[in-house]
């Protein structure tokens, strides 16, 4: 779903620019959802029980209507993907301020975990009922345990493509903006990553 592209958006944007403060705050509110599912599918259970995703969402929507004009002035990617980036930063905050100081030295790393348990499920679903063939869905889902070990199994650029594409819906060009990428190293890296799934998962699948 390429949601910067639409004709919404666009037409905030515009309103945005010329200065009307009524569109600036429509446009950030027309992204609350599709940011509070990018951070929820990422909280582990045990930060979730301290940290509600709505409050890190609207931290990064304070930020980001101070620097709303800024990115006006001068639009380097989508308006999705810029958004995306300041409320990663504060999940990456929230992670940094919760999480025990044993974790620490592994967010210098890996500065915010990966999917919950859920959202790998989810995730394999996903994939399941968009990349595989009709007749052998049945099969594969009977293989669920087996889809969200191979995609665990996965290094992390490869499961983040398939994450943006799948479960957060986003477009080519916004993944690009996203990863900081070409559009065409999107679209590689994304076959290249069904491709290890595929080989993960064994002879099982076929034809897929």
Same mark, same amino acid.
């Given at each position: 779903? $390429?949601?910067?592209?639409?004709?919404?958006?666009?037409?905030?944007?515009?309103?945005?620019?010329?200065?009307?403060?009524?569109?600036?705050?429509?446009?950030?509110?027309?992204?609350?959802? =599709?940011?509070?599912?990018?951070?929820?599918?990422?909280?582990?259970?045990?930060? *979730?029980? /301290?940290?509600?995703?709505?409050?890190?969402?609207?931290?990064?929507?304070?930020?980001?209507?101070?620097?709303?004009?800024?990115?006006? *002035?001068?639009?380097?990617?989508?308006?999705?993907?810029? %958004?995306?980036?300041?409320?990663?930063?504060?999940?990456?905050?929230?992670?940094?301020?919760?999480?025990?100081?044993?974790?620490?030295?592994?967010?210098?790393?890996?500065?915010?975990?990966?999917?919950?348990?859920?959202?790998?499920?989810?995730?394999?679903?996903?994939?399941? &009922?968009?990349?595989?063939?009709?007749?052998?869905?049945?099969? %594969? *889902?009977?293989? =669920?345990?087996? &889809?969200?070990?191979?995609?665990? =199994?996965?290094?992390?650029? $490869? /499961?983040?493509?398939?994450?943006?594409?799948?479960?957060?819906?986003?477009?080519?060009?916004?993944?690009?903006?996203?990863?900081?990428?070409?559009?065409?190293?999107? &679209?590689?890296?994304?076959?290249?990553? %069904?491709?290890?799934?595929?080989?993960?998962?064994?002879? $099982?699948?076929?034809?897929?």
């Amino acid at each position: 779903m $390429d949601t910067s592209g639409g004709s919404e958006t666009e037409s905030l944007l515009r309103r945005a620019a010329n200065g009307e403060p009524s569109a600036r705050a429509d446009l950030l509110e027309r992204y609350r959802p =599709q940011l509070q599912r990018m951070v929820s599918m990422r909280l582990d259970k045990r930060v *979730a029980a /301290r940290v509600d995703p709505s409050d890190i969402v609207q931290e990064a929507m304070k930020d980001a209507f101070q620097r709303l004009p800024e990115y006006l *002035a001068d639009p380097q990617i989508p308006f999705y993907p810029w %958004l995306r980036r300041i409320a990663w930063d504060r999940l990456v905050d929230m992670y940094r301020t919760h999480v025990t100081a044993e974790r620490r030295s592994v967010l210098r790393e890996h500065p915010a975990p990966s999917l919950n348990e859920e959202s790998v499920a989810e995730l394999a679903h996903s994939i399941v &009922t968009s990349s595989v063939n009709p007749g052998r869905r049945a099969m %594969l *889902a009977e293989m =669920q345990d087996r &889809t969200k070990a191979a995609l665990l =199994q996965l290094k992390p650029h $490869d /499961r983040e493509v398939l994450v943006l594409r799948y479960l957060e819906q986003l477009g080519v060009e916004e993944i690009a903006g996203v990863l900081g990428i070409s559009q065409t190293a999107v &679209t590689s890296r994304h076959l290249r990553a %069904l491709q290890r799934l595929r080989r993960l998962l064994g002879d $099982d699948l076929g034809g897929w």
